[in-house]
């Protein structure tokens, strides 16, 4: 890696790390918010339930920031590894799992382009839901993919989030995103035209790479992963998610069934593309 291209990786990495320093307990807190990402929460943790081992498998969750999906899983029996970029984050993953009664099997601080403390074939089952959508550089998103390859155990699934270039266009109709006026309209042809959000307003998010859906699996497959699932976290309702909180209150009786309605119909190829969030299923062989 070349010196300058070295200096602007550092520098994205410390991007990263300084959004999550301001914003840990939000993250924490994100994915039970009901318009943020209680239904992404609920959706993935049904895909990823289906195809998770037995108890007592090892587990790791790089990029898991704050533990929702670790605490989820240990929970359950698993031996599961925590890891993360952020000394914040994962502060936040020690205490809550603490809190919980819950034990993690270790908690580190890592980079998700270079696994090299795990010996290949370490994990019966990975989590990466949130890296990719942090680099920039296409190199090192084939790292991060090569390197959940390569420490994932044979016949084993790996779980991987992704952000959906096609919301760009539904996002900038969205009055209630305070930064888009016509005065940062040059965000959003960056957003759709370049597939990088980056946007002004400090502590709303790091820059970030968005991918059209059509383009997961062969990113993932160039790594050796054959393709079994790829869903939308928010199914049919990413935009209607107030409506679903105020449905879960007023019709408790009907919202277990439309939530069960929803994960069905997450896998549907005709509904991927409206998804804010992407989760890809793949299997090493």
């Known amino acids: 890696m070349t010196d300058a291209k070295t200096s602007e990786h550092e520098k994205s990495m410390r991007r990263v790390r300084g959004f999550y320093q301001i914003s840990a307990q939000r993250e924490w807190e994100r994915l039970e918010h009901p318009t943020q990402g209680a239904l992404e929460f609920a959706i993935n943790k049904a895909w990823i339930q289906k195809f998770l081992p037995e108890s007592g498998a090892r ?9 929702r999906y670790s605490i989820w899983l240990a929970a359950q029996g698993y031996r599961v590894t925590l890891a993360d970029l952020s000394p914040d984050l994962l502060a936040i993953a ?5 809190e919980g009664g819950v034990e993690l099997e270790d908690v580190v601080e890592v980079n998700a382009v270079d696994l090299s403390q795990f010996a290949e074939d370490s994990f019966d089952a990975i989590l990466c839901l949130g890296p990719m959508y942090h680099l920039l550089e296409e190199s090192d998103r084939e790292a991060v ?8 155990k044979p016949v084993g699934h790996a779980f991987v989030a992704f952000l959906n270039h096609l919301s760009a266009l539904r996002a900038v109709v969205n009055q209630d995103i305070p930064f888009f006026t016509p005065y940062t309209f040059d965000i959003v042809k960056h957003w759709h035209h370049d597939h990088v959000m980056d946007f002004p307003v400090a502590g709303i998010f790091s820059p ?3 991918v ?40 408790p009786e009907l919202y277990r069934w439309v939530i069960d309605e929803l994960v069905k119909l997450a896998n549907d190829p005709t509904i991927i593309g409206s998804a804010w969030h992407l989760l890809y299923i793949g299997r090493k062989p």
């Open 59 to 67: 587990i790791l969750d790089i990029g898991g920031g704050p533990g």
């Open 94 to 98: 020690r205490e809550k799992a603490s």
């Open 145 to 152: 993919a090569g390197e959940v390859f390569r420490v994932l």
């Open 208 to 210: 970030a790479w968005v």
């Open 212 to 251: 059209h859906p059509r383009d997961v699996p062969p990113l993932m497959e160039r790594h050796g992963f054959r393709t079994v699932e790829l869903v939308s976290s928010q199914s049919v309702a990413g935009d209607v998610q107030g409506h679903l909180a105020l449905f879960a209150e007023r019709q």
